[in-house]
């Protein structure tokens, strides 16, 4: 059975930092992009970053730019985002998914109707 399963979510203080993990089982994460994306109450799910299949390309949303790190260890199967000086405004739930697509990880990170799996989501809330 295909699955994305999040983790790492949970509650932080402005300022801090976490990490999620996006976890992949019944299917070879060597050849999809994996993106997270996130949606805030009342909002509407955004991109927020995105990587390719080797891991050589990588995109982030400008709100998170310089904040958040994406990577990837397809040896475990999981894809992580790093999440520092988290802001109140980055609370939201936060799904990975996976995309067989050959094209750029802007143009992913863009559209949810290119990517073909999707994890649950994790929540993520910063507040102090």
């Known amino acids: 059975q295909l699955q994305l399963v999040e983790s790492g979510g949970g509650l932080v203080q402005p300022g801090g930092s976490l990490r999620l993990s996006c976890a992949a089982s019944?299917?070879?994460?060597?050849?999809?992009?994996i993106g997270w994306f996130r949606q805030a109450p009342g909002k509407e799910r955004e991109g927020v970053s995105c990587?390719?299949?080797?891991?050589?390309?990588?995109y982030y949303a400008d709100s998170v730019k310089g904040r958040f790190t994406i990577s990837r260890d397809n040896a475990k199967k999981t894809v992580y985002l790093q999440m520092n000086s988290l802001k109140p405004e980055d609370t939201a739930v936060y799904y990975c998914?996976?995309?067989?697509?050959?094209?750029?990880?802007?143009?992913?990170?863009?559209?949810?109707?290119?990517?073909?799996?999707w994890g649950q989501g994790t929540q993520v809330t910063v507040s102090s």
């Open positions: 998914a996976a995309g067989g697509r050959m094209i750029g990880m802007q143009a992913m990170c863009a559209r949810e109707s290119f990517w073909d799996y």
């Open positions: 019944g299917f070879t994460l060597d050849y999809y992009a």
């Open positions: 990587i390719s299949s080797s891991g050589s390309s990588t």
